[in-house]
């Protein structure tokens, strides 16, 4: 398996321009998206030494699925981009891995024919203007066999980005752009409800019979309220640094989002997540699991399912590493003092 760079280089040379630019890009200046990496770097580890680490374990499991290890898929749009076989590729792939997928409410593929060639999946929603047609996307997923709901709460408005002004849907043939979005009337992606509220995951809950978790929280008193509304997990992420930027990176904000949950439900994370090193630096302040987000793009884009399997068998044996190299026989023995104190 090629290093990370070394692979988003591969990938960058097969894409159009556009598509990349689309991928790789984040919004604004460019800054969240940048201090998602380098926060993760800044927390410095303190190894254990003289244990005995020939056999080490990364599998878990949440909210009842075992998975071979604490790595997740992100929601990411418009696979076909990416390959011919799009989602049918990444649900494949990841699969093989015994990982999870977060599938995209503006996946380029039907729900049903992505389900039937995926392990276990979850099903990001986005809460649309037209309420019904959120609601029947959420009916079509839980009778396609998702196992949980993931609102994506930090997108009341699709942010600006950068690199690609102009908007991505236009690279994309109708069939794919609204796959699942019949009702949608135009080809624009701004029919976000920006009137999403707490209010929302009730909703969800009660129309699906589903757990929700909610992705997008950054702050201890939303964290709160989402708990408040029943929200079965937390995913603290900036949508790898896509919408609000200056928005702190996720490794900063992780600490309060795991304290205000007092360990009532799960918090992931994601952005800017590479390494095994930075698997553990997640768990370490308190994650019970991470999602890859353009890795797994750039997986799809230079060889489909085998890509995406690849790059998730990496990031699990680059744990397995990491936990070795620390000491760390299992993933339950990262705790908060693998960490050195942050440096003033
Ligand atoms: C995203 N993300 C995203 N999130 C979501 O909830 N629904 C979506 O449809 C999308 N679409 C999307 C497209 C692309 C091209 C990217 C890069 C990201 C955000 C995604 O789920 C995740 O939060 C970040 O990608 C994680 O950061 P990294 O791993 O890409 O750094």
Not at 139 to 150: D, I, K, M, N
Not at 166 to 186: K, M, Q, R, V
Not at 245 to 253: E, M, P, Q, V
Not at 261 to 288: I, N
Request: charged share 25%; hydrophobic share 45%.
């Amino acid at each position: 398996m090629l290093p990370y760079d070394a692979l988003e280089a591969l990938a960058r040379e097969r894409l159009p321009q556009a598509v990349y630019d689309y991928f790789a890009g984040g919004s604004g200046e460019e800054s969240t998206l940048a201090d998602n990496s380098a926060a993760w770097a800044r927390l410095r580890l303190r190894p254990r030494v003289l244990r005995d680490v020939s056999s080490v374990d990364t599998s878990t499991e949440l909210l009842g699925t075992p998975l071979r290890a604490p790595v997740l898929v992100a929601p990411t749009a418009f696979h076909s981009l990416a390959h011919p076989e799009a989602e049918l590729a990444t649900a494949r792939g990841t699969r093989e891995a015994g990982s999870l997928l977060v599938l995209s409410s503006r996946a380029s593929r039907r729900i049903e024919t992505v389900a039937s060639h995926a392990g276990p999946w979850w099903f990001q929603v986005y809460v649309f203007r037209d309420r019904g047609l959120t609601r029947s996307l959420v009916q079509r997923a839980t009778a396609a066999g998702a196992r949980a709901l993931v609102l994506t709460a930090d997108t009341p408005y699709v942010g600006r980005k950068r690199r690609n002004r102009g908007d991505c849907s236009l690279l994309l043939p109708d069939e794919d752009l609204l796959a699942n979005l019949e009702g949608l009337t135009h080809r624009s992606l701004a029919e976000q409800a920006p009137d999403v509220t707490f209010a929302d995951i009730d909703r969800l809950r009660q129309d699906s019979g589903l757990p929700v978790l909610v992705k997008g929280v950054l702050r201890a008193d939303d964290a709160r309220e989402c708990l408040h509304h029943g929200a079965a997990g937390l995913i603290v992420s900036n949508h790898g640094g896509r919408q609000l930027d200056g928005a702190l990176a996720t490794a900063d904000a992780l600490p309060e989002v795991v304290e205000a949950s007092e360990g009532r439900v799960p918090v992931l994370v994601d952005g800017g997540v590479r390494s095994g090193r930075d698997v553990l630096r997640a768990l370490a302040l308190g994650a019970r699991a991470v999602l890859l987000g353009r890795p797994i793009l750039w997986g799809l884009a230079t060889d489909g399912a085998d890509g995406v399997r690849q790059v998730l068998n990496f990031l699990r044996e680059d744990t397995s590493h990491a936990l070795a190299l620390a000491g760390l026989p299992r993933l339950s023995d990262v705790g908060p003092d693998l960490l050195a104190p942050r440096r003033p």
